[in-house]
Protein backbone atom coordinates (compact mmCIF):
# COMPACT_ATOMS: atom_id res chain seq x y z
CA UNK A 1 0.00 0.00 0.00
CA UNK A 2 1.13 3.54 -1.33
CA UNK A 3 2.28 5.75 1.81
CA UNK A 4 0.34 8.53 2.40
CA UNK A 5 1.60 11.49 2.87
CA UNK A 6 0.75 12.38 6.42
CA UNK A 7 2.41 9.11 7.06
CA UNK A 8 5.91 10.26 5.22
CA UNK A 9 5.42 13.59 7.36
CA UNK A 10 4.68 11.47 10.74
CA UNK A 11 7.70 9.12 10.16
CA UNK A 12 10.59 11.69 9.19
CA UNK A 13 9.45 14.08 11.87
CA UNK A 14 9.93 11.28 14.33
CA UNK A 15 13.70 11.51 13.59
CA UNK A 16 13.78 14.58 15.78
CA UNK A 17 12.50 12.74 19.09
CA UNK A 18 15.50 10.45 18.65
CA UNK A 19 18.24 12.66 18.51
CA UNK A 20 16.31 15.10 21.34
CA UNK A 21 17.82 16.42 24.15
CA UNK A 22 20.94 15.15 22.52
CA UNK A 23 21.65 18.05 20.24
CA UNK A 24 20.22 21.48 20.47
CA UNK A 25 16.81 22.12 18.32
CA UNK A 26 18.89 24.40 16.47
CA UNK A 27 20.74 21.70 14.74
CA UNK A 28 18.10 19.24 13.97
CA UNK A 29 18.06 20.49 10.75
CA UNK A 30 21.97 19.90 9.95
CA UNK A 31 21.95 16.15 11.26
CA UNK A 32 18.69 15.09 10.01
CA UNK A 33 17.78 16.76 6.77
CA UNK A 34 20.98 15.75 5.36
CA UNK A 35 20.27 11.94 5.81
CA UNK A 36 16.89 12.31 4.20
CA UNK A 37 18.48 13.65 1.08
CA UNK A 38 21.00 10.85 1.60
CA UNK A 39 18.31 7.94 1.55
CA UNK A 40 16.49 9.44 -1.17
CA UNK A 41 19.50 9.66 -3.22
CA UNK A 42 20.54 6.22 -2.36
CA UNK A 43 16.78 4.33 -2.66
CA UNK A 44 16.59 5.95 -6.10
CA UNK A 45 20.17 5.39 -7.63
CA UNK A 46 19.94 1.48 -6.05
CA UNK A 47 16.33 1.32 -8.43
CA UNK A 48 17.75 2.74 -11.56
CA UNK A 49 21.47 0.81 -10.86
CA UNK A 50 19.04 -2.57 -11.41
CA UNK A 51 17.50 -1.82 -14.24
CA UNK A 52 20.88 -0.32 -15.93
CA UNK A 53 22.44 -3.70 -14.34
CA UNK A 54 20.12 -5.79 -16.71
CA UNK A 55 20.13 -3.41 -19.51
CA UNK A 56 24.23 -2.91 -20.10
CA UNK A 57 25.68 -5.35 -17.84
CA UNK A 58 27.91 -5.01 -14.46
CA UNK A 59 30.90 -3.29 -16.88
CA UNK A 60 28.47 -0.25 -17.99
CA UNK A 61 26.00 -0.27 -15.38
CA UNK A 62 27.59 2.80 -12.92
CA UNK A 63 28.18 5.15 -16.03
CA UNK A 64 27.55 8.43 -15.21
CA UNK A 65 25.24 9.39 -17.89
CA UNK A 66 22.62 6.97 -17.15
CA UNK A 67 21.52 8.79 -14.49
CA UNK A 68 18.94 11.54 -13.30
CA UNK A 69 20.43 11.96 -10.11
CA UNK A 70 23.57 11.85 -8.11
CA UNK A 71 26.05 8.22 -8.26
CA UNK A 72 26.15 6.84 -5.21
CA UNK A 73 29.91 5.60 -4.80
CA UNK A 74 30.22 1.34 -4.28
CA UNK A 75 30.28 0.91 -0.30
CA UNK A 76 28.12 3.47 0.41
CA UNK A 77 24.52 2.62 -0.99
CA UNK A 78 22.15 3.39 2.36
CA UNK A 79 22.29 -0.56 2.72
CA UNK A 80 25.88 0.01 3.74
CA UNK A 81 25.34 2.37 6.07
CA UNK A 82 22.94 0.58 7.69
CA UNK A 83 25.46 -2.41 8.45
CA UNK A 84 27.59 -0.51 10.07
CA UNK A 85 27.37 -0.67 13.57
CA UNK A 86 30.80 0.75 15.51
CA UNK A 87 32.22 4.23 14.68
CA UNK A 88 28.61 5.46 12.86
CA UNK A 89 29.39 8.94 12.84
CA UNK A 90 32.66 8.20 10.88
CA UNK A 91 30.78 6.17 8.36
CA UNK A 92 28.54 8.50 7.58
CA UNK A 93 31.01 11.42 7.24
CA UNK A 94 32.72 9.02 4.70
CA UNK A 95 29.58 8.64 2.84
CA UNK A 96 28.81 12.30 2.65
CA UNK A 97 32.46 12.26 1.58
CA UNK A 98 32.08 10.11 -1.31
CA UNK A 99 29.14 11.46 -2.21
CA UNK A 100 30.56 14.53 -3.20
CA UNK A 101 33.75 13.43 -4.38
CA UNK A 102 31.80 11.11 -7.12
CA UNK A 103 29.53 14.17 -7.65
CA UNK A 104 30.92 17.22 -7.81
CA UNK A 105 28.00 19.48 -8.30
CA UNK A 106 27.22 18.77 -4.40
CA UNK A 107 30.16 20.81 -3.07
CA UNK A 108 28.45 22.57 -0.06
CA UNK A 109 25.57 21.03 0.44
CA UNK A 110 27.00 18.80 3.10
CA UNK A 111 28.32 20.65 6.12
CA UNK A 112 27.20 18.33 9.36
CA UNK A 113 29.96 16.70 10.91
CA UNK A 114 28.86 13.43 12.91
CA UNK A 115 32.07 12.76 14.54
CA UNK A 116 31.77 16.76 16.57
CA UNK A 117 27.71 16.02 17.55
CA UNK A 118 29.34 13.87 21.06
CA UNK A 119 26.16 13.21 22.21
CA UNK A 120 25.13 11.99 18.69
CA UNK A 121 26.76 8.29 19.51
CA UNK A 122 26.78 4.80 17.96
CA UNK A 123 23.54 3.76 19.52
CA UNK A 124 21.13 7.20 18.61
CA UNK A 125 22.92 7.51 15.16
CA UNK A 126 21.98 3.50 14.51
CA UNK A 127 18.60 4.23 15.63
CA UNK A 128 18.38 7.35 13.44
CA UNK A 129 19.37 5.33 10.63
CA UNK A 130 17.52 2.35 11.53
CA UNK A 131 14.44 4.30 11.83
CA UNK A 132 14.63 6.00 8.37
CA UNK A 133 15.38 2.57 7.15
CA UNK A 134 11.25 1.15 8.44
CA UNK A 135 9.63 -1.24 5.85
CA UNK A 136 7.21 0.57 3.35
CA UNK A 137 9.23 3.97 3.76
CA UNK A 138 11.85 3.56 0.66
CA UNK A 139 12.10 7.17 -0.74
CA UNK A 140 12.73 6.58 -4.46
CA UNK A 141 10.37 7.91 -7.22
CA UNK A 142 8.59 5.02 -7.48
CA UNK A 143 7.39 4.66 -3.97
CA UNK A 144 7.23 8.23 -2.92
CA UNK A 145 6.85 10.62 -6.26
CA UNK A 146 8.93 13.48 -5.88
CA UNK A 147 6.12 16.08 -5.28
CA UNK A 148 5.24 14.29 -2.15
CA UNK A 149 8.56 13.31 -1.30
CA UNK A 150 9.50 17.41 -1.75
CA UNK A 151 5.57 18.43 0.19
CA UNK A 152 7.10 16.10 3.12
CA UNK A 153 10.63 17.44 2.75
CA UNK A 154 9.35 21.16 3.13
CA UNK A 155 7.19 20.36 5.91
CA UNK A 156 10.40 18.87 7.84
CA UNK A 157 11.96 22.06 7.13
CA UNK A 158 8.73 23.81 8.89
CA UNK A 159 9.01 21.35 11.72
CA UNK A 160 12.43 22.55 12.58
CA UNK A 161 12.02 26.16 12.01
CA UNK A 162 9.16 25.54 14.86
CA UNK A 163 11.07 23.89 16.89
CA UNK A 164 13.86 26.82 16.45
CA UNK A 165 11.02 29.22 17.18
CA UNK A 166 12.41 33.06 16.69
CA UNK A 167 15.86 32.06 15.03
CA UNK A 168 13.77 29.81 12.63
CA UNK A 169 11.79 32.52 10.96
CA UNK A 170 15.05 33.74 9.18
CA UNK A 171 15.07 30.76 7.16
CA UNK A 172 11.46 29.98 6.88
CA UNK A 173 8.69 32.09 5.31
CA UNK A 174 5.02 30.68 6.05
CA UNK A 175 3.42 28.91 3.16
CA UNK A 176 0.26 31.41 3.25
CA UNK A 177 2.45 34.18 2.51
CA UNK A 178 4.77 32.78 0.01
CA UNK A 179 1.70 31.27 -2.06
CA UNK A 180 0.43 35.75 -2.26
CA UNK A 181 3.84 36.23 -3.22
CA UNK A 182 3.95 34.20 -6.06
CA UNK A 183 0.34 34.63 -6.99
CA UNK A 184 0.54 38.33 -7.06
CA UNK A 185 3.76 38.11 -9.65
CA UNK A 186 2.38 34.84 -11.82
CA UNK A 187 1.59 34.53 -15.67
CA UNK A 188 4.62 32.05 -15.89
CA UNK A 189 5.97 30.98 -18.83
CA UNK A 190 8.78 28.65 -20.01
CA UNK A 191 12.30 29.43 -20.31
CA UNK A 192 11.19 32.36 -17.24
CA UNK A 193 14.16 32.54 -14.57
CA UNK A 194 13.27 33.37 -10.92
CA UNK A 195 15.81 34.17 -8.15
CA UNK A 196 15.59 34.75 -4.33
CA UNK A 197 18.38 36.91 -3.03
CA UNK A 198 17.97 35.92 0.27
CA UNK A 199 16.72 32.43 -0.45
CA UNK A 200 16.65 30.80 3.36
CA UNK A 201 15.33 27.22 2.39
CA UNK A 202 13.86 27.66 -0.78
CA UNK A 203 10.54 27.95 -0.19
CA UNK A 204 9.95 30.76 -2.43
CA UNK A 205 11.29 28.69 -5.31
CA UNK A 206 9.81 25.88 -4.86
CA UNK A 207 6.19 27.58 -4.86
CA UNK A 208 6.62 28.88 -8.37
CA UNK A 209 7.85 25.72 -9.29
CA UNK A 210 4.61 23.92 -7.76
CA UNK A 211 2.16 26.69 -8.50
CA UNK A 212 3.17 26.51 -12.39
CA UNK A 213 3.18 22.88 -12.09
CA UNK A 214 -0.41 22.37 -10.14
CA UNK A 215 -2.26 25.87 -11.41
CA UNK A 216 -0.65 26.58 -14.69
CA UNK A 217 -0.10 23.20 -16.25
CA UNK A 218 3.31 24.27 -16.57
CA UNK A 219 6.86 22.02 -16.58
CA UNK A 220 8.77 24.02 -13.95
CA UNK A 221 12.12 21.80 -15.36
CA UNK A 222 11.58 24.83 -17.83
CA UNK A 223 12.17 28.00 -15.85
CA UNK A 224 15.61 28.38 -14.11
CA UNK A 225 15.92 29.04 -10.16
CA UNK A 226 18.86 30.99 -8.80
CA UNK A 227 19.33 32.09 -4.72
CA UNK A 228 21.83 33.14 -2.82
CA UNK A 229 22.02 32.87 1.41
CA UNK A 230 24.45 34.46 3.45
CA UNK A 231 24.55 31.85 5.97
CA UNK A 232 26.07 28.55 4.69
CA UNK A 233 24.33 25.86 6.20
CA UNK A 234 20.74 27.54 5.11
CA UNK A 235 22.70 27.35 2.05
CA UNK A 236 23.19 23.99 1.85
CA UNK A 237 19.27 23.12 2.69
CA UNK A 238 17.86 25.26 0.21
CA UNK A 239 20.11 22.84 -2.61
CA UNK A 240 19.12 19.98 -0.73
CA UNK A 241 15.41 21.05 -0.90
CA UNK A 242 15.28 22.12 -4.96
CA UNK A 243 16.85 18.61 -5.36
CA UNK A 244 14.48 16.41 -3.51
CA UNK A 245 11.94 18.37 -5.34
CA UNK A 246 13.32 17.55 -8.46
CA UNK A 247 14.38 20.75 -9.52
CA UNK A 248 17.57 22.29 -11.27
CA UNK A 249 18.70 25.18 -8.84
CA UNK A 250 21.88 26.98 -8.50
CA UNK A 251 22.28 28.30 -4.91
CA UNK A 252 25.22 30.66 -3.71
CA UNK A 253 26.76 31.46 -0.89
CA UNK A 254 28.13 34.83 0.84
CA UNK A 255 25.57 37.97 1.43
CA UNK A 256 23.72 39.75 -2.04
CA UNK A 257 24.03 42.91 -0.98
CA UNK A 258 28.58 42.77 -0.39
CA UNK A 259 29.13 40.51 -2.38
CA UNK A 260 26.47 39.49 -5.43
CA UNK A 261 26.87 36.19 -7.50
CA UNK A 262 24.98 36.43 -10.59
CA UNK A 263 26.62 39.09 -12.89
CA UNK A 264 26.31 39.18 -16.19
CA UNK A 265 30.06 39.85 -16.95
CA UNK A 266 33.60 39.48 -16.74
CA UNK A 267 33.62 42.88 -14.56
CA UNK A 268 31.03 42.08 -12.59
CA UNK A 269 29.77 45.67 -13.03
CA UNK A 270 26.11 44.40 -14.42
CA UNK A 271 24.17 42.37 -12.08
CA UNK A 272 21.88 39.29 -14.04
CA UNK A 273 18.73 40.15 -14.30
CA UNK A 274 15.54 38.41 -13.93
CA UNK A 275 11.98 37.36 -14.87
CA UNK A 276 10.67 36.94 -11.34
CA UNK A 277 12.40 38.27 -8.07
CA UNK A 278 10.55 36.60 -5.19
CA UNK A 279 12.17 37.65 -1.51
CA UNK A 280 11.41 37.87 2.56
CA UNK A 281 14.31 39.67 3.37
CA UNK A 282 15.55 40.79 7.09
CA UNK A 283 14.02 42.85 8.04
CA UNK A 284 15.66 46.37 9.48
CA UNK A 285 18.96 44.33 9.46
CA UNK A 286 22.22 45.68 9.41
CA UNK A 287 24.20 45.92 6.14
CA UNK A 288 28.03 47.26 5.00
CA UNK A 289 26.96 50.66 4.19
CA UNK A 290 29.90 52.28 4.47
CA UNK A 291 32.15 49.66 1.88
CA UNK A 292 29.29 50.20 -1.01
CA UNK A 293 29.60 54.07 -0.76
CA UNK A 294 30.47 53.68 -4.72
CA UNK A 295 29.29 50.74 -5.14
CA UNK A 296 30.71 48.93 -8.96
CA UNK A 297 26.85 47.67 -9.70
CA UNK A 298 25.04 50.80 -9.22
CA UNK A 299 22.40 49.67 -7.50
CA UNK A 300 21.99 52.40 -4.61
CA UNK A 301 21.43 55.39 -6.83
CA UNK A 302 17.99 56.22 -5.25
CA UNK A 303 19.68 58.90 -3.65
CA UNK A 304 22.77 60.62 -2.66
CA UNK A 305 22.80 59.66 0.77
CA UNK A 306 22.75 55.66 1.14
CA UNK A 307 20.45 53.79 3.79
CA UNK A 308 21.28 53.90 7.27
CA UNK A 309 24.14 51.38 8.12
CA UNK A 310 21.61 49.51 10.92
CA UNK A 311 18.15 49.86 8.68
CA UNK A 312 19.16 48.13 5.44
CA UNK A 313 15.88 47.65 3.96
CA UNK A 314 15.95 50.00 0.73
CA UNK A 315 19.03 48.49 -0.01
CA UNK A 316 17.96 45.57 -0.54
CA UNK A 317 14.57 46.97 -2.21
CA UNK A 318 17.35 48.30 -4.04
CA UNK A 319 19.45 45.41 -5.10
CA UNK A 320 16.15 43.77 -6.37
CA UNK A 321 14.55 46.38 -8.84
CA UNK A 322 18.04 46.17 -10.23
CA UNK A 323 17.72 42.61 -10.90
CA UNK A 324 14.52 42.94 -12.62
CA UNK A 325 14.10 42.71 -16.54
CA UNK A 326 13.64 46.06 -18.42
CA UNK A 327 11.61 46.27 -21.25
CA UNK A 328 13.72 49.18 -22.78
CA UNK A 329 16.79 46.35 -22.44
CA UNK A 330 15.35 42.87 -22.53
CA UNK A 331 12.12 41.58 -24.46
CA UNK A 332 9.75 41.85 -21.15
CA UNK A 333 10.02 43.70 -17.68
CA UNK A 334 10.27 41.50 -14.74
CA UNK A 335 7.98 41.81 -11.30
CA UNK A 336 9.10 40.95 -7.74
CA UNK A 337 6.86 40.34 -4.99
CA UNK A 338 8.81 41.49 -1.83
CA UNK A 339 7.69 40.57 1.77
CA UNK A 340 8.92 44.38 3.85
CA UNK A 341 8.57 45.99 7.45
CA UNK A 342 5.48 48.59 7.57
CA UNK A 343 7.66 51.27 8.20
CA UNK A 344 9.38 51.32 4.74
CA UNK A 345 6.23 52.84 3.30
CA UNK A 346 6.13 55.65 5.84
CA UNK A 347 9.24 56.51 7.39
CA UNK A 348 10.18 60.18 7.00
CA UNK A 349 13.86 59.72 5.92
CA UNK A 350 13.36 57.26 3.85
CA UNK A 351 10.88 59.37 1.52
CA UNK A 352 13.66 59.73 -0.46
CA UNK A 353 14.40 56.65 -1.35
CA UNK A 354 10.26 55.76 -2.13
CA UNK A 355 10.29 59.42 -4.45
CA UNK A 356 12.62 57.61 -6.86
CA UNK A 357 10.50 54.53 -6.69
CA UNK A 358 7.42 55.80 -7.94
CA UNK A 359 8.60 58.54 -10.06
CA UNK A 360 9.78 55.63 -12.13
CA UNK A 361 6.71 53.81 -11.77
CA UNK A 362 7.39 50.78 -10.68
CA UNK A 363 5.61 50.37 -7.95
CA UNK A 364 2.33 48.51 -8.93
CA UNK A 365 0.76 47.03 -5.56
CA UNK A 366 0.95 47.57 -1.68
CA UNK A 367 -0.84 44.44 -0.08
CA UNK A 368 -1.06 45.41 3.82
CA UNK A 369 -0.95 41.70 5.98
CA UNK A 370 -1.50 41.52 9.94
CA UNK A 371 0.69 41.36 12.66
CA UNK A 372 1.97 38.46 13.94
CA UNK A 373 2.37 35.83 10.80
CA UNK A 374 6.11 35.45 11.24
CA UNK A 375 8.16 33.34 14.12
CA UNK A 376 10.50 35.90 14.46
CA UNK A 377 9.05 39.14 14.65
CA UNK A 378 5.38 39.88 15.31
CA UNK A 379 5.33 43.67 13.81
CA UNK A 380 2.65 44.38 11.02
CA UNK A 381 4.33 43.70 7.35
CA UNK A 382 3.36 44.08 3.77
CA UNK A 383 3.99 42.64 0.00
CA UNK A 384 5.30 45.03 -1.76
CA UNK A 385 4.97 44.25 -5.92
CA UNK A 386 7.43 46.18 -8.38
CA UNK A 387 6.66 45.68 -12.00
CA UNK A 388 8.99 47.39 -14.41
CA UNK A 389 6.68 46.64 -17.30
CA UNK A 390 3.64 47.78 -15.88
CA UNK A 391 0.27 47.24 -18.14
CA UNK A 392 -0.59 50.82 -19.90
CA UNK A 393 -4.47 50.90 -17.82
CA UNK A 394 -1.99 50.61 -14.42
CA UNK A 395 0.31 53.49 -15.16
CA UNK A 396 0.67 56.14 -13.19
CA UNK A 397 -1.32 54.44 -10.72
CA UNK A 398 -0.45 52.48 -7.72
CA UNK A 399 -3.19 49.44 -5.79
CA UNK A 400 -3.01 49.38 -2.21
CA UNK A 401 -5.01 46.59 -0.16
CA UNK A 402 -5.82 46.51 3.41
CA UNK A 403 -5.48 42.55 4.17
CA UNK A 404 -5.14 42.75 7.71
CA UNK A 405 -8.80 42.42 9.37
CA UNK A 406 -9.91 39.43 11.01
CA UNK A 407 -11.22 39.01 7.45
CA UNK A 408 -8.34 38.08 6.08
CA UNK A 409 -6.77 35.90 9.09
CA UNK A 410 -7.28 33.49 11.50
CA UNK A 411 -5.71 33.34 14.99
CA UNK A 412 -3.64 29.95 15.78
CA UNK A 413 -2.02 29.21 19.07
CA UNK A 414 1.09 31.54 18.50
CA UNK A 415 0.80 33.30 15.55
CA UNK A 416 -1.64 34.49 12.68
CA UNK A 417 -2.03 32.64 9.36
CA UNK A 418 -3.84 34.29 6.77
CA UNK A 419 -6.60 32.19 5.33
CA UNK A 420 -7.76 30.54 1.43
CA UNK A 421 -10.11 32.70 1.17
CA UNK A 422 -8.14 35.86 2.31
CA UNK A 423 -6.08 35.13 0.03
CA UNK A 424 -8.05 34.44 -2.95
CA UNK A 425 -9.79 37.85 -1.87
CA UNK A 426 -6.60 39.62 -2.22
CA UNK A 427 -5.40 38.47 -5.40
CA UNK A 428 -8.83 38.61 -6.91
CA UNK A 429 -8.88 42.42 -6.02
CA UNK A 430 -5.16 43.04 -7.48
CA UNK A 431 -5.93 40.86 -10.63
CA UNK A 432 -8.93 43.21 -11.22
CA UNK A 433 -7.42 46.37 -10.35
CA UNK A 434 -10.03 46.96 -7.79
CA UNK A 435 -11.44 49.84 -5.74
CA UNK A 436 -13.53 47.93 -2.60
CA UNK A 437 -14.47 50.16 0.36
CA UNK A 438 -12.36 49.34 3.22
CA UNK A 439 -10.21 47.25 1.13
CA UNK A 440 -8.87 48.56 -1.45
CA UNK A 441 -7.82 51.42 -3.68
CA UNK A 442 -6.14 52.41 -7.05
CA UNK A 443 -4.57 55.59 -6.60
CA UNK A 444 -2.56 58.16 -9.25
CA UNK A 445 1.19 59.18 -8.71
CA UNK A 446 -0.19 62.31 -8.01
CA UNK A 447 -2.13 61.81 -4.90
CA UNK A 448 0.77 59.65 -3.36
CA UNK A 449 2.99 62.80 -4.67
CA UNK A 450 0.52 65.66 -2.51
CA UNK A 451 1.37 63.25 0.07
CA UNK A 452 5.42 63.54 0.39
CA UNK A 453 5.34 60.08 -1.06
CA UNK A 454 3.84 58.82 2.01
CA UNK A 455 2.76 54.96 1.79
CA UNK A 456 0.89 54.42 4.44
CA UNK A 457 -2.33 52.81 3.27
CA UNK A 458 -4.26 54.36 5.94
CA UNK A 459 -4.04 57.95 4.08
CA UNK A 460 -5.44 56.08 0.86
CA UNK A 461 -7.90 53.26 2.66
CA UNK A 462 -10.27 54.28 4.99
CA UNK A 463 -9.23 51.62 7.79
CA UNK A 464 -11.48 52.40 10.35
CA UNK A 465 -14.35 50.00 11.38
CA UNK A 466 -17.51 51.51 9.78
CA UNK A 467 -19.70 52.57 12.45
CA UNK A 468 -22.98 50.68 13.22
CA UNK A 469 -26.42 52.50 11.55
CA UNK A 470 -28.83 53.96 14.19
CA UNK A 471 -32.22 53.44 13.98
CA UNK A 472 -33.54 56.28 15.69
CA UNK A 473 -37.15 54.67 15.89
CA UNK A 474 -36.15 51.92 17.21
CA UNK A 475 -33.49 53.35 19.81
CA UNK A 476 -36.53 55.91 20.83
CA UNK A 477 -38.59 52.57 21.25
CA UNK A 478 -35.99 51.53 23.93
CA UNK A 479 -35.98 54.30 25.65
CA UNK A 480 -39.86 54.78 26.02
CA UNK A 481 -39.20 50.55 27.06
CA UNK A 482 -36.91 51.70 29.66
CA UNK A 483 -38.44 54.60 31.34
CA UNK A 484 -41.43 52.25 32.02
CA UNK A 485 -39.73 49.68 33.66
CA UNK A 486 -38.19 52.45 36.11
CA UNK A 487 -41.38 53.73 36.84
CA UNK A 488 -42.59 50.56 38.01
CA UNK A 489 -39.43 50.18 39.70
CA UNK A 490 -39.91 52.78 41.85
CA UNK A 491 -43.67 52.61 42.21
CA UNK A 492 -43.09 49.13 43.98
CA UNK A 493 -40.00 50.73 46.23
CA UNK A 494 -42.26 53.55 47.02
CA UNK A 495 -45.34 50.44 48.19
CA UNK A 496 -42.24 49.29 50.57
CA UNK A 497 -40.84 52.24 52.18
CA UNK A 498 -44.87 52.97 52.88
CA UNK A 499 -45.21 49.73 54.13
CA UNK A 500 -42.66 49.67 56.30
CA UNK A 501 -43.20 53.34 57.55
CA UNK A 502 -39.87 55.60 56.09
CA UNK A 503 -40.65 58.76 54.45
Not at 51 to 76: H, K, S, W
Not at 147 to 163: I, N, P, S
Not at 340 to 359: A, C, D, N, Q, T
Not at 432 to 438: F, M
Request: contains cysteine; negative net charge; charged residues 35%.
Amino acid sequence: MPVSLDDLESHLFKCADIIRDAVDPTDYKEYILPLVYYKSISDEFEKQYEQNLEEYGEEFARRNNLYDIPVVPEGYLWEDIRNVSDRVDQALNDAFEALVEENPELKGVFRANYIEADALGDDRLGRLVEHLSKDGYDLDRDSVPPDMLGEAYMDLVRHFAEEEGKSGGQFFTPPHIVNLCVRLVDEFEDGMDFHDPTVGSGGMLIEAARYYREEQGGDPTKLTFTGQEINPDIAAIAKMNLSIHGLEGEIEREDSLSSPAFTDDDENSELTRFDRVLANFPFSADWAKDELQDDPWGRFDWHDKLPRADRGDYAFIMHMAKQLKRPERDEAGGKAAIVIPHGVLFRKHESRYREPMLESDIVEAIVGLPENLFQNNSIPSAVLVLNTDKPAEREGEVQFIHAADEDFYEELSNQNELTEDGLDHIVENFRGWTTEERVSRTVSIEEIRENDYNLNIALYVDTTEPEEDIDVEEELARLRELQNEREEIEATINEHMEALNYD
